[in-house]
């Protein structure tokens, strides 16, 4: 079956750098990537997603990037805040499934 | 915007016994899904319901079952529970536009935290 890994599993960075989290994925035929953040005692938050015909989607401060070929995807912010401070999943999921397919989390502190 | 309600919020019960979660989707949300999320872990995914039919199934114990009724919420009834289903139980919902165009986004609910003693 699939598997998601995730790195790094915790990232610290100063308010107004970027953060990037990356993700590999084992199933070649999985073809949806959402991306979610979890505060602390709430349910995880659909943040960006992308589709395996598109290789780099934007939302103002977020964007992810995919790469099919490496099966390997990234999710970037731009001018963090303190704000952003949650645990990040990453996910994979494909055509005729419904699971998804979560990895193991990152933890990004934000600091001002 | 209306998001996922699940209920209740909390439960705390004693082994063996049984628990009933509830799962009310976003309006127009045909699909709910669950998921269980131990302390410090990521979701994973229990069963999924499209029109009342299951449509997926991952690791969920045979103690637990689920359905989903024709208002399309849907209910996990978990029996014989053991200290290990102690976690987080979160419902997820999406409109299924027909499997041919899938997968869809996911919206989560803010879960049921269930405490086994």
């Known amino acids: 079956g699939e598997n998601v890994e995730q790195h790094p599993s915790t990232l610290s960075v100063q308010e107004g750098d970027s953060a990037v989290i990356k993700c590999t994925y084992s199933d070649s035929a999985s073809n949806y990537f959402p991306w979610y953040k979890q505060e602390l005692g709430k349910g995880p938050q659909l943040i960006i997603d992308?589709?395996?015909?598109?290789g780099e989607k934007k939302d103002q401060r977020i964007a992810v990037t995919l790469n099919k070929t490496a099966k390997h995807f990234s999710l970037h912010i731009t001018e963090t805040q303190p704000e952003d401070s949650a645990v990040y999943f990453c996910?994979?999921?494909?055509?005729?499934?419904?699971?998804?397919?979560f990895g193991k989390g990152t933890t990004l502190s934000v600091s001002s | 915007a209306a998001g996922v309600i699940q209920s209740p919020r909390h439960l705390i019960k004693e082994k063996r016994e049984t628990a009933t979660l509830k799962c009310y989707p976003i309006?127009?949300?045909?699909?709910v899904y669950w998921y269980q999320q131990g302390p410090g872990q990521d979701p994973q995914f229990l069963i999924s319901?499209?029109?009342?039919?299951?449509?997926d199934k991952g690791s969920i114990p045979d103690r637990f079952s689920a359905q989903q009724f024709s208002d399309y919420h849907s209910e996990l009834n978990m029996s014989s529970l053991e200290l290990g289903d102690s976690a987080l139980y979160f419902c997820?919902?999406?409109?299924?536009?027909?499997?041919?165009?899938?997968?869809?986004?996911?919206?989560f609910g803010p879960g049921t935290r269930l405490t086994v003693t």
């Open positions: 997820a919902s999406s409109l299924e536009r027909g499997l041919a165009g899938g997968p869809y986004e996911q919206y």
């Open positions: 992308i589709r395996s015909n598109v």
């Open positions: 319901f499209y029109e009342k039919m299951q449509s």
């Open positions: 309006p127009r949300h045909d699909t």
């Open positions: 996910a994979a999921s494909k055509r005729g499934r419904t699971a998804l397919i």
